[in-house]
Every structure is written in structure tokens, then in C-alpha cells.
């Protein structure tokens, strides 16, 4: 997010290659990638008013992007006489650099439609951070293509200085990266610690916390790089920095109908649901359903059995379940009968299950279950994660075939480049995972196995039913050997609960067994609305 006075010399200028631009393209959302203009046709009297003026382009362009986020519907009417001033100086800059953005911009004129965001944005200009009414500042948004920039000034003088922000836009995903009832965890900035490990956190996509959320600042951070582009909480500490420099950024809620809230995104997962139901049986092959489509509830039962445990597992033909009779150590299956859902039907349509009892998906925290179409999983018990989910147009990024992975253990840069190619290239796939009284449980360990990275794709949610469940859980995190990387967890899609880590086991743990020290258990937590 924009930075307070006490950052503005802080931030350094760059611009991307053009093969980086269209790769920054893509978001759920709008992402601004700054980009200051360095050139000015004045002499530069002295570095820090430069870099202080530049600092509030950059500035101007974060503050623009959040406001056109919330225009429900933009109109690209207006003309702006500067653009040729401004494309003299982008493109006059020496080297490739210059020809990037001569090539990217050359077919901007003075007829060209844009959004003025000027008087969007003015409501800022007395705030530290945008120079605290001491410069003029404006905002326009263009259309290139199918894609979208913006241009910030400040002009103090007749002295101008520009950032551009490139941008990509998907109104609204239909729900927020996260949505709590409660969060303790201390949020950071990502950065690197040595080799591959990473510690730090990111929550690409809106963030609605009904407690008190805590942030934690160096002096170079921002809180719009720990959670863009907003947070609605009921109050958050930040060390390090002080709320009131980053206006619009944090909303507040009140806390004291959270339950009401809560049971209000439950109810509103349930509604969603198709009012026709049928049962699928897993213990008769004969009764198993012809066909599946999106216009039914189909309710998986098992007869004969009072305690209902079910083994899930996604891969490139469909869902597969069977019946066990328990989850964890020494389960064992209950009949040879498998209800296969094709992912030739889930492809076409959604399809909704509601399965009374205890799930256990995939068996291996290394292995990877490749989800292919569209499933919503409502759970009346617990639901257990011992795999990684990844959805099968995005499956490259979790795993290239050479064991490595693009989206674990990266820079802050690095992540948010990968979240957006894979938010491009994800396009059909979808996946619910609901649990109603029940928690969400994520299992890094799995009987001798270890393993610091979990990636799931999809909508993950616990609500509490009864006065029972609606944690995201980690139990097992505290056995996970960390070794060359830190232990991550990493959510493409959204994560709805009462409570997130009740428990305390993200926080620390003994990792060495013995009196050598303690560490961070999660070292990173990433998530993103798809």
C-alpha cells in the first residue's frame, strides 16, 4: 500500500520487460506493479526531493487502483491532453527499456477514452504519504488491449514526476481470500531468510477478520504488501507503523454480532446448494446413480454402519470414495466398492455432494491429488488434508517434473508474479471443501512421512454447528522436519472459518527436539482468492 512520510525515500523505481508486463497481467483483481519514470525535463536540485516526489507517484497509483477496485462500473469517456507529455518521457528513456514502453504505449493519443481518477484520489493529498498538501495530484486509467494502466503524477511547481501501474481486472471474485472469526497470528512482509526458506506472509485478495488482526512492520514494508488490497477487521495493531498513515486500507467491523456473521456465510454456502437431492450409496455398485449434474444434491450414505469415515482422492479420471472404518493409524477400507465420479461429467457441470461423516483426503503429504472439474464437498464432520490439491491447468506450477516447485519458498516478487500467471491459466476448475461441525484438518505428517510445504486449491471452509468444529487446524505440524525449505502453507482459493489455528500450533515449537532452540513452525502463510 501506499507509505507513510517516514518511507518515501525508501521505495527505488523499475521497469519491467515487456515480456514481464504481460506476464503481470492476469489478476483476480487489480495488482499494481509500480513503475516510476525517472526522467524529468527540470534540473534535478536535490536527490531526496526527487525521490520523495517520485515516491509520491508511486503513491498516487496504489491509491487510484483501490478506488477503481470499488467503481461498480467504470466508464472510459474522458480524454487527457497530457498523454503524449507522458509517453515522451516514458519512451525517451535510453535502451530497451525505452522501446518496451514505446511499443506498449504507442497507440495512446488525445482521443483515447480513459477513467479520470483525479478527484478520486484527492481526498489524499493532505495525508504525509502524498506529500502532505504540498503537491498537485492526478490519476488516469487506460485500456490497452484487454488490459489496463494506470498513470500517477505529482506536480509540484511544473516539476512532474510519473509511476505507472499495470493492472489486470476481475471484478470482485465471489469470495475473499480470507474470511475468520478469529486470527492470532502476527502477519509479515515475505522476504528471504538464506537458501530456500522464506518466512513471511501474503494475502492476495480482500480479508475479512472479526478480531483484532496483527500486523508487523520493518521500516521499508507497507501493510497493502501483507494484505492487497484491503482489510476489514475489527481493529488491527500495527508494530511498527501507525494506522492512520494508509488511509482506505482497513475498514472496520463490529464484533459484536461476529456469530451472526459466521452463521450468516454458512447459511449462505447451504442456500447455494441445489434443492434437489438424491442418495448415491457406495456399498452397491447396482444403486450408484447413471449419471451426475449440477441440478441435484447427491447425499453419499453407506448402509449398515453407524460410524461414517470416507476416503476421498482426486486424479486426472475424477473423484473416487470409498468407505473406511477410521481415520488415522491402522484404517483399513470397508468393502471393495468405489463411487467414481468422472471428470468428463465434472466437467460440464458442477457437482454438489453432501456426505454425512468424516473424510480423509489422499494419504501422502508428498503426493499430489490432481483436481480435474468442478466439485462442492459439504461435510457433516471432520475433513482431513493429507495431500496437496492442485487444480490440472495450474498442476505445472505446483510440481514442473523435476521436483521442484514454483509457488513454495520464493521472494515476495517472485510469488506474486506466479500467483498471477496461475490466476490466468486457471480458468475451469473449481473445488468446495465445506465442513459443517467439523474442522478442517491439514496433516503435513502422514505416518513416517515429513514434509514442509502444503498447496490446496480451493475454497476451504469449517463452520461450527452445534457448538462443535469451524477450525483450520494444524495438528501434526510440530513433527515436520523443515530441513532445506520452511514450512509454507499455501491456498489458491479462500480459507472461511471461526478460527484459524485455535490450537497455537503455527506459532512455535521445539525444532530440534532438545534445548537447541525454537522457531517459527509456519515460517509462511500465502493466500489467494482465485
Known amino acids: 500500500m501506499w507509505s507513510s512520510s517516514r518511507n518515501d525515500n525508501l521505495k527505488k523505481g523499475f521497469v519491467l520487460p515487456l515480456t514481464l508486463i504481460l506476464l503481470t497481467f492476469g489478476s483476480i483483481m487489480v495488482f499494481v506493479a509500480g513503475i516510476h519514470v525517472s526522467r524529468t525535463t527540470d534540473k534535478i536540485q536535490s536527490y531526496n526531493i526527487i525521490s520523495n516526489q517520485q515516491n509520491i507517484a508511486s503513491n498516487v497509483v496504489e491509491a487510484a487502483s483501490y478506488e477503481f477496485f470499488n467503481k461498480t462500473s467504470p466508464s472510459f469517456s474522458e480524454t487527457w491532453s497530457g498523454i503524449e507529455e507522458f509517453k515522451n518521457y516514458v519512451t525517451s528513456r535510453g535502451g530497451i527499456k525505452g522501446d518496451y514502453w514505446s511499443l506498449f504505449l504507442?497507440?495512446?493519443d488525445t482521443d483515447t477514452g480513459c477513467l479520470n481518477l483525479t478527484s478520486d484520489i484527492q481526498e489524499y493529498e493532505s495525508s504525509p504519504g502524498f506529500g502532505g498538501g504540498n503537491y498537485n495530484i492526478r490519476a488516469y486509467l487506460y485500456p490497452v488491449g484487454d488490459k489496463r494502466i494506470i498513470i500517477g503524477i505529482s506536480d509540484r511547481n511544473g516539476r512532474k514526476r510519473y509511476s505507472i501501474g499495470l493492472l489486470s481486472y476481475l471484478a470482485n471474485p465471489s469470495l475473499p481470500a480470507?474470511?475468520?472469526?478469529?486470527?492470532?497470528?502476527?502477519?509479515?512482509?515475505?522476504?528471504?531468510?538464506?537458501?530456500?526458506?522464506v518466512e513471511g506472509d501474503l494475502v492476495f485478495g480482500r480479508a475479512t477478520i472479526l478480531s483484532d488482526v496483527l500486523i508487523k512492520l520493518t521500516e521499508s514494508s507497507t501493510p497493502g504488501e501483507i494484505i492487497y488490497p484491503s482489510l476489514e477487521a475489527s481493529s488491527v495493531t500495527i508494530e511498527g507503523g501507525d494506522i492512520?498513515?494508509?488511509?482506505?486500507?482497513?475498514?472496520?467491523?463490529?464484533?459484536?454480532?461476529?456469530?451472526?456473521?459466521?452463521?450468516?456465510?454458512?447459511?449462505?454456502?447451504?442456500?447455494?446448494?441445489?434443492?434437489?437431492?438424491?442418495?448415491a450409496y457406495i456399498n452397491n455398485k447396482n444403486t450408484w446413480p447413471d449419471s451426475f449434474n449440477g441440478d441435484t444434491l447427491y447425499i453419499i450414505d453407506a448402509t449398515n454402519t453407524t460410524d461414517k469415515n470416507y476416503y476421498v482422492d482426486f486424479d486426472t479420471d475424477g473423484l473416487h470414495i470409498r468407505q473406511l472404518d477410521?481415520?488415522?493409524?491402522?484404517?483399513?477400507?470397508?468393502?471393495n466398492?468405489?463411487?467414481?465420479?468422472?471428470?468428463?461429467?465434472?466437467?460440464?457441470?458442477?457437482?454438489?455432494?453432501?456426505?454425512?461423516?468424516?473424510?480423509?483426503?489422499?494419504?501422502?503429504?508428498h503426493k499430489i491429488s490432481?483436481?480435474?472439474?468442478?466439485?462442492?464437498?459439504?461435510?457433516?464432520?471432520?475433513?482431513?488434508?493429507?495431500?496437496?490439491?492442485?487444480y490440472d491447468e495450474i498442476y505445472e506450477y505446483v510440481n514442473n517434473g523435476n521436483g521442484e516447485s514454483k509457488v513454495s519458498n520464493h521472494p515476495l516478487d517472485i510469488t506474486k508474479d506466479v500467483i498471477t500467471n496461475m490466476i490466468e491459466d486457471n480458468d475451469n476448475d473449481e473445488l468446495d471443501l465445506v465442513s459443517i461441525g467439523g474442522d478442517a484438518i491439514m496433516e503435513y505428517e502422514h505416518g513416517s512421512s515429513t514434509h514442509g510445504v502444503k498447496f490446496l486449491a480451493g475454497d476451504i471452509m469449517a463452520f461450527e454447528d452445534g457448538g462443535t468444529g469451524g477450525d483450520i487446524s494444524f495438528p501434526d505440524l510440530v513433527n515436520v522436519l523443515t530441513g532445506g525449505v520452511t514450512s509454507q502453507f499455501f491456498t489458491f482459493g479462500s480459507i472461511t472459518a471461526n478460527t484459524f489455528d485455535k490450537d497455537g500450533n503455527?506459532?512455535?515449537?521445539?525444532?530440534?527436539?532438545n534445548d537447541k532452540g525454537w522457531k517459527n513452525a509456519l515460517e509462511s502463510l500465502i493466500l489467494v482468492a482465485n
Open 106 to 108: 504507442g497507440g495512446l
Open 326 to 335: 477410521s481415520i488415522g493409524e491402522g484404517e483399513s477400507f470397508v468393502g
Open 244 to 279: 492512520d498513515d494508509y488511509p482506505n486500507w482497513f475498514s472496520a467491523t463490529s464484533t459484536e454480532n461476529a456469530s451472526e456473521i459466521i452463521e450468516g456465510w454458512k447459511d449462505d454456502h447451504l442456500s447455494s446448494l441445489p434443492d434437489a437431492s438424491t442418495t
Open 506 to 513: 503455527l506459532v512455535y515449537y521445539d525444532n530440534t527436539g
Open 178 to 197: 480470507v474470511r475468520l472469526g478469529e486470527l492470532t497470528r502476527e502477519l509479515s512482509k515475505m522476504h528471504s531468510l538464506n537458501g530456500n526458506k
Open 337 to 365: 466398492n468405489i463411487l467414481t465420479i468422472p471428470a468428463t461429467v465434472a466437467d460440464s457441470s458442477k457437482i454438489h455432494l453432501q456426505i454425512n461423516g468424516n473424510i480423509a483426503i489422499g494419504d501422502d503429504p
Open 370 to 390: 490432481k483436481v480435474n472439474g468442478k466439485y462442492s464437498l459439504t461435510v457433516y464432520g471432520d475433513i482431513h488434508i493429507r495431500t496437496n490439491l492442485v
